[in-house]
């Protein structure tokens, strides 16, 4: 195993994916900007819903994430060339990082994806062929790279398509009422959607996707499956693409298909003019990078998504360990959060409008999130300890999951100025059922 790892193979299918990845980056960041991504979710919030423990990372401001973005998408543009690729992948990496982490209110698994490939890829010699780099300084040229370069993008790609299936397996996925509720929502003309929006056809994408998501990389890993899966992930992806309007995404994930293809077959496709020149290379050529650093944090990625296991309650309902964990387009969440602001020192109620502080669409998210519902009373603590009001705050709040019956969320006694949120373990203002619709403690 340790000699398959090391062994040198042509580096054509990296260099590939780096002309792809990069590609994709600049769409993402470019379009981010022209669809007006950029403007409703950093330039008209007051401010954002940033990852817990990152609230002091906001958005420029005035007009600066415009820059910010378009700074992104020239990254991306030479990346894509391969031109001072290092640099250019670092910082592409830092601040994508900073976008993914300084707002919540448009979460994308996608994003969380992209984040953790361009962390990998900062690593990975994808520029020693068809690049600026090697044109400029030839010494760095290379026809070949170690076997694990590969393997770890196969590796991260395995766990998301992993975790992906194990996280449908619970009732409203496999009755299809998630998957028609989903389709009755995105699909929008009107034909079409009389035949994709029903019963049958949503109990058929949820079985497919179970499927599709547990097969699509043990097929690809097999010479005699590989063409079939890459033609039913075309199909997926491509479906999802025009159905569900995930940017990159679907583009994204096909990218990947390239690490499961012979070296040879890639050469041979994309660069006929590349030799087949495979120099002495050093043995165990990148080891302490595979040791201290890949194995770690493939460990990490197994270990995160099972998190939610350890904390008390359904993370369907309470959301404790939803994001990190591969949890994609599973569920619809609809609600309401009303707060009470109290002052400590009279008793008195104090009139407090937390839509006056948030976009529409931040109303909307928070609203039924556990996380971003103590993030608003903790800006609300604040907002009022600026102008010397100790406050206590409460939430009137109800969700419903998939369409069903509104239960009450938050526990309306708890001050949640005061609450602690716990990223491991269950935070007790948040109601719990039983099998029976009654709460527990």
């Not at 495979?278 to 302490?288: I, K, T, V």
């Not at 360990?321 to 104090?350: P, Q």
Request: charged fraction near 15%; proline fraction near 5%.
């Amino acid at each position: 195993m340790k000699k398959r790892l090391y062994e040198h193979i042509d580096n054509a299918p990296l260099v590939l994916f780096r002309i792809f990845f990069g590609f994709l980056l600049a769409c993402e960041t470019f379009g981010a900007i022209a669809t007006g991504w950029v403007k409703n979710n950093f330039i008209l919030p007051k401010f954002t819903f940033s990852h817990i423990g990152m609230d002091w990372l906001q958005p420029l401001p005035g007009i600066g994430m415009y820059f910010y973005f378009a700074a992104m998408g020239i990254l991306g543009i030479t990346i894509m060339l391969g031109y001072k690729y290092r640099f250019s992948m670092i910082a592409y990496t830092v601040l994508w990082a900073g976008v993914y982490f300084m707002q919540k209110t448009s979460y994308n698994n996608h994003y969380y994806l992209l984040m953790l490939v361009s962390l990998i890829m900062c690593f990975l010699p994808a520029n020693a062929y068809a690049s600026v780099d090697a044109k400029l300084n030839p010494a760095i040229k290379k026809y070949s790279m170690p076997a694990w370069c590969s393997w770890i993008m196969i590796a991260q790609v395995s766990i998301v398509y992993f975790y992906a299936t194990v996280a449908k397996f619970y009732p409203d996925w496999l009755n299809g009422n998630f998957t028609y509720n989903l389709l009755s929502q995105s699909v929008k003309p009107e034909g079409f959607k009389d035949i994709i929006a029903t019963r049958w056809f949503a109990l058929f994408i949820a079985y497919a996707g179970i499927a599709f998501d547990l097969l699509v990389v043990p097929f690809m890993l097999f010479n005699r499956t590989r063409t079939i899966a890459f033609i039913a992930s075309f199909i997926f992806h491509i479906f999802n693409s025009l159905t569900l309007q995930i940017g990159i995404f679907p583009f994204f994930a096909l990218s990947f298909a390239i690490f499961f293809y012979p070296p040879e077959t890639i050469r041979r496709i994309f660069f006929k003019k590349k030799p087949r020149v495979f120099l002495p290379a050093p043995e165990h050529e990148g080891q302490n990078i595979v040791r201290w650093f890949f194995i770690p944090y493939l460990i990490i990625q197994l270990l995160l998504p099972l998190r939610h296991h350890l904390i008390k309650g359904d993370v369907l309902w309470t959301e404790e360990g939803h994001r990190l964990s591969w949890r994609m387009m599973l569920r619809n969440r609809n609600g309401y959060t009303r707060f009470t602001v109290k002052d400590k020192a009279t008793g008195a109620i104090l009139p407090y409008d937390a839509g006056s502080e948030l976009t529409p669409k931040q109303n909307s998210v928070m609203a039924t999130r556990p996380d971003m519902i103590w993030q608003m009373a903790q800006h609300i603590k604040n907002d009022f300890a600026a102008k010397g009001t100790n406050v206590a705050v409460f939430a009137e709040s109800s969700v419903a999951i998939n369409h069903g019956p509104y239960t009450r969320f938050i526990d309306p006694e708890a001050d949640l100025a005061a609450a602690d949120w716990h990223y491991f373990s269950h935070s007790p203002w948040i109601l719990l059922y039983d099998e029976n619709g009654n709460n527990i403690r």
